[in-house]
């Protein structure tokens, strides 16, 4: 037990030499500050962490559940209280951090939660995961910290200079691959620069999006790969929005297409994603397994 919090104290000791608590004073910028987390466990995961010019904190996604006490150590470090958490869809290496801190918050406070929740038939749909959301809707039901449940695309908030639109949310109608194509879509930017969360998004719900009355919100200047960079959106999508760069949350296993056989041997679609970026052009690539925790400012 000492060992474990040992260890727990050099985690957030090692965050805070990074992150620094507090925004840089002297200097009035409206900017946020976004880091791309790596991937504690060797697994996917998705999750982004914030903090606005005046130190507010917002989470999009968090990982899964074993990832929880790396991130409870990243959000301690930065004081401990989130503004906003984002969750995608419900899937366990989205939402799983979440999850398991609504049980059991540690002192952590957190203000507000955003989400488009799946109707219990859209659950069922997906085993096992269908236990895992219905746990999740459970806890977040019993919590006594304001909701937003979208039902439809278009919403435009800010926080403390944190932009944000919301461009997509749960498609029912998609019975394949039902959970991805039900990711909730979030534009973010400030005067600097703009990030475009695709989270899981499948190539229906991607045609969807495109062909919306949002398509000219797509443009951004970070664009998060879809279903950490392969199986998500197609070739068309890719290739008809603008972006400059790449934000990948994306395990090597995955990245380097190895299920246990070697370099490029497994039967996910990474490397044709990555092949698509190279025709686009793009030299910018931020890949959570190669580069570990990315700093955006
Ligand atoms: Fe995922």
């Known amino acids: 037990m000492l060992k474990r919090i ?17 925004p840089k004073t002297g200097k009035k910028t409206s900017a946020f500050t976004m880091w791309q987390l790596p991937m504690q466990v060797g697994n996917i995961g998705n999750s982004y962490v914030f903090r ?3 130190g507010k904190v917002i989470v999009f996604d968090g990982g899964w559940p074993a ?6 150590g990243f959000i301690a470090a930065l004081g401990n209280e989130v503004e906003a958490w984002f969750i995608s869809h419900p899937h366990d290496d989205h939402m799983g951090v979440l999850w398991q801190i609504l049980k ?34 459970s806890v977040l039901d019993t919590v006594s910290i304001p909701v937003t449940d979208f039902r439809e695309a278009g919403y435009v908030g ?9 461009l997509g949310v749960v ?10 194509n039900s990711s909730m879509v979030i534009k973010v930017w400030d005067d600097r620069k703009s990030i475009l969360f695709l989270a899981d998004t499948g190539a229906e719900s991607g045609e969807k999006l495109f062909n919306g009355p949002y398509r000219n919100d797509l443009a951004c200047d970070y664009l998060q790969m879809a279903h950490h960079g392969q199986h998500g959106c197609s070739e068309d999508f890719y290739k008809s929005i603008d972006f ?28 044709q994603t990555r092949q698509w970026m190279d025709e686009i052009g793009i030299k910018e690539h931020h890949v959570s397994c190669l580069e570990g925790l990315f700093k955006l400012e």
């Open 6 to 22: 040992f260890f727990a104290m050099i985690l957030v000791l090692g965050i805070s030499t990074f992150i620094s608590a507090k």
């Open 52 to 54: 606005t010019a005046g």
């Open 67 to 72: 990832e929880q006490l790396y991130l409870r």
């Open 104 to 137: 059991d918050r540690q002192g952590m406070k957190i203000n507000h939660i955003y989400h488009s929740r799946f109707s219990p038939e859209l659950i069922e749909l997906e085993k096992p995961y269908n236990e895992y959301a219905k746990d999740f809707y």
């Open 158 to 166: 800010e926080i403390d200079g944190f932009n944000f639109k919301i």
């Open 171 to 180: 498609n029912e109608e998609f019975h394949t691959n039902p959970f991805n």
């Open 244 to 271: 400059r760069a790449c934000l990948w949350p994306t395990a090597y296993w995955i990245w380097t297409n190895d299920q246990g056989g070697g370099y490029n041997t497994g039967n996910l679609e990474t490397m």
